[in-house]
């Protein structure tokens, strides 16, 4: 199948458009999870593979099985993260992959 593309948000303009508000899609493709180390975790969709650091696989594990979610249920999961400098930096790089979509604001 063709391989979702989410602009603006994918090629790294308006990110995230509503702040916290935002709301965030995974496209229907498997994903496989596996821990490199203890704190670097590989998530691999079609033809995408990424790294993360500093995460648990529980987290992840949990944002891969929503189908849609907030920066809201991101800082729900992730209490003692920080939005800007954690949670958008973890979510720049699953967005900007085409890991995970960026929903359009509501007009």
Same mark, same amino acid.
Request: charged share 20%; proline share 8%.
């Given at each position: 199948?063709?391989?979702?593309f989410?602009?603006?948000?994918?090629?790294?303009?308006?990110?995230f458009?509503?702040?916290?508000?935002?709301?965030?899609?995974?496209?229907?493709?498997?994903?496989?999870?596996?821990?490199?180390?203890?704190?670097?975790?590989?998530?691999? /969709?079609?033809?995408?593979r990424?790294?993360?650091?500093?995460?648990?696989?529980?987290?992840?594990?949990?944002?891969?099985?929503? /189908?849609?979610?907030?920066?809201?249920?991101?800082?729900?999961?992730?209490p003692?993260?920080?939005?800007?400098?954690?949670?958008?930096a973890?979510?720049?790089?699953?967005?900007?992959s085409g890991?995970?979509?960026?929903?359009p604001?509501?007009?």
């Amino acid at each position: 199948p063709s391989t979702q593309f989410g602009f603006p948000a994918q090629v790294g303009f308006s990110l995230f458009p509503e702040d916290k508000k935002t709301q965030f899609y995974r496209p229907p493709k498997p994903v496989k999870i596996t821990n490199l180390t203890e704190d670097h975790i590989e998530i691999c /969709t079609a033809n995408k593979r990424i790294t993360l650091k500093g995460i648990s696989r529980e987290v992840i594990e949990r944002l891969f099985q929503q /189908t849609r979610f907030s920066g809201i249920d991101l800082c729900n999961w992730l209490p003692e993260f920080d939005w800007e400098a954690d949670i958008c930096a973890m979510m720049t790089q699953l967005i900007l992959s085409g890991i995970i979509l960026v929903e359009p604001p509501q007009l």
